[in-house]
């Protein structure tokens, strides 16, 4: 790295491989998490399937950031909730279905929030795809 170089690290993850067929185990910033198939994908279930881990952090981002930026403007933002779903239509098409409910603030506020959501940071990833430098090593 040089210098003048503006790159830091945003998060990490270490995922480990159980005796389960599919199961894993996640370490981010020191949490524990499961991953998982489902049953009917041969896994045990233990855990969320990939999917569900990623709509998972794009809904907490979500709901961090509406919360952050209502505090910022002294909003009276009592409650954000985030469903999320990712949907297949064929092989190569699919979305991410995102419906956020607030309460306590009124309808200019409510616009606005729904403004910030499109700017999240995992928003902006999610949307314009982040290149994966890969490199597999032998034990």
């Not at 949490?31 to 489902?38: F, S, V």
């Not at 969320?48 to 809904?59: D, I, K, R």
């Not at 506020?109 to 597999?136: F, M, N, Y």
Request: aromatic share 4%.
């Amino acid at each position: 790295m040089t210098e003048g170089d503006k790159r830091h690290v945003i998060a990490t993850a270490t995922v480990v491989g159980e005796d389960k067929p599919y199961a894993v185990r996640i370490d981010t910033g020191g949490h524990a998490l499961r991953g998982d198939e489902p049953v009917a994908h041969g896994g045990t279930d233990s855990g969320p399937a990939p999917f569900g881990l990623v709509l998972s952090g794009l809904g907490a981002c979500t709901a961090i950031t509406l919360r952050m930026y209502a505090e910022r403007k002294n909003w009276p933002l009592t409650d954000v909730q985030v469903e999320l779903r990712y949907v297949k239509a064929d092989r190569d098409t699919g979305w991410i279905e995102r419906s956020i409910t607030v309460a306590g603030v009124d309808e200019q506020q409510r616009e606005r929030l729904a403004e910030v959501a499109e700017k999240t940071p995992v928003t902006k990833v999610v949307r314009a795809g982040s290149e994966i430098r890969t490199t597999v090593t032998a034990r």
